[in-house]
């Protein structure tokens, strides 16, 4: 395999791997017919994502040798993020880039073509692997929106970036709610909320109903914005009913950009708080009295709930994605009862308003990532002072 890139391109690539490298610590390369293909998982297996930059981004672009079937390595992410450390640099001092794969040697050639003849020269060592590829279909979500990046970066600015979450949903009059979410985990602290709305004349297209919201991470979705925003492309955002995974979509005539994250799975009377604020306030006094289901995976349809994760030996030829229907489940039941006492010492900054606890389904193993209880605070130490001490 050898590419070519040249000119503005470069730092193309170079902010493709940043927004790469905010999901996994590993990149899988693959060389296409369609194009040169980047991919990435995150080790909890609940964000993927997929950069397929087509034949003409490249001024070269070879994907095999002739008479040989194209190699498909992973690499560490820090090792190739090395190469496009500085964005800056990229852009002043690089005039191309020529990325090879040799597969007698186990290492992939990055070599930086600068200014005044200088050049840089990586060599990375690799793995074989198998293809990473994720089955989804962004057509069979019934909700999306559309974008410029631009609209959508401005919008997440005043989250801090610590925030670990943050709530996307349409409210009243068919605005668009960004709202920061926050596990209250002590009760006598009480978190700033920070909520963002965004009129329906500023997107390119709007199909969802009020009430609908879903909750994702944040880092992965900067790291996209960024993309895009740098790129000046409108970003799309497919998604279903909460727990379900939401695909964010970059469409261009050189490349495709595809992030599928997970969703808080969340009960649907949370949604109605963008709508009302009144149910907003009584729906949590119904989880106060109510646990959820101890056995999660006893109630777990893989085929309905997630999004598929195939390693496939052959290669793929074509830019189009295997798909399956992302038809809505069911979320699993909860057991309400009465609680003893000792379930009523053990929780007791259960107020009206705190959020159900955390579960991220994983995308491709069905898995669900709680946080684990922790203790209340130690126990007192209880002795006597000992008379012959000191």
């Known amino acids: 395999m050898k590419c070519l890139v040249t ?4 730092k193309v690539l170079g902010k493709a791997v940043h927004s790469l490298s905010r999901i996994g610590d590993e990149l899988y390369l693959e060389p296409l017919e369609d194009g040169l293909s980047l991919r990435t998982v995150n080790s909890s297996r609940s964000a993927y994502a997929c950069f397929l930059f087509a034949p003409l981004f490249f001024q070269l672009y070879q994907a095999a040798t002739p008479g040989q079937d194209p190699l498909r390595c992973k690499i560490l992410m820090k090792s190739f993020l090395s190469v496009f450390r500085s964005l800056a640099m990229l852009e002043k001092t690089v005039e191309k880039c020529c990325i090879s794969l040799n597969g007698r040697s186990s290492l992939l050639v990055v070599q930086l073509h600068c200014k005044y003849g200088v050049r840089k020269t990586h060599n990375l060592s690799f793995q074989d692997s198998e293809s990473l590829q994720a089955v989804f279909d962004p057509d069979s979500c019934p909700h999306m929106l559309r974008a410029p990046a631009k609209v959508l970066g401005e919008a997440i ?4 970036l610590a925030l670990a979450e943050v709530t996307l949903g349409i409210g009243h009059g068919r605005r668009v709610i960004l709202r920061s979410y926050q596990e209250e985990a002590d009760s006598t602290v009480k978190a700033m909320v920070t909520e963002m709305s965004i009129g329906e004349e500023d997107f390119q297209q709007l199909q969802a109903q009020e009430g609908v919201a879903i909750t994702f991470c944040l880092k992965e979705f900067r790291g996209l914005l960024s993309f ?3 790129a000046n492309l409108s970003l799309s955002i497919h998604f279903d009913a909460p727990g379900r995974p939401a695909i964010f979509t970059i469409t261009d005539s050189l490349l495709d950009a595809h992030f599928v994250l997970a969703t808080l799975s969340e009960p649907s009377s949370n949604s109605q708080d963008l709508r009302s604020p009144e149910l907003g306030r009584q729906a949590p006094q119904l989880q106060a009295h109510s646990t959820p289901h101890l056995d999660d995976f006893a109630n777990d349809d893989i085929d309905s709930y997630m999004i598929a994760m195939e390693t496939m030996v052959g290669s793929e030829g074509s830019r189009t994605l295997p798909s399956i229907s992302l038809s809505p489940g069911l ?10 006492e000792e379930e009523d010492e053990a929780e007791p ?4 308003g705190t959020p159900p606890p955390k579960k991220f389904r994983s995308l491709f193993f069905g898995s669900i990532l709680a946080p684990a209880h922790s203790p209340q605070g130690p126990s007192p130490v209880l002795a006597e002072d000992s008379e012959g001490e000191g």
């Not at 000119?7 to 470069?10: A, D, M, Y």
Request: with cysteine.
């Open 7 to 10: 000119g503005g391109n470069v």
């Open 331 to 340: 979320q699993p039941p909860c057991n309400s009862g009465p609680h003893s």
């Open 228 to 230: 895009a925003e740098s």
């Open 349 to 352: 900054s259960t107020v009206s």
């Open 157 to 160: 600015l005043p989250f801090p």
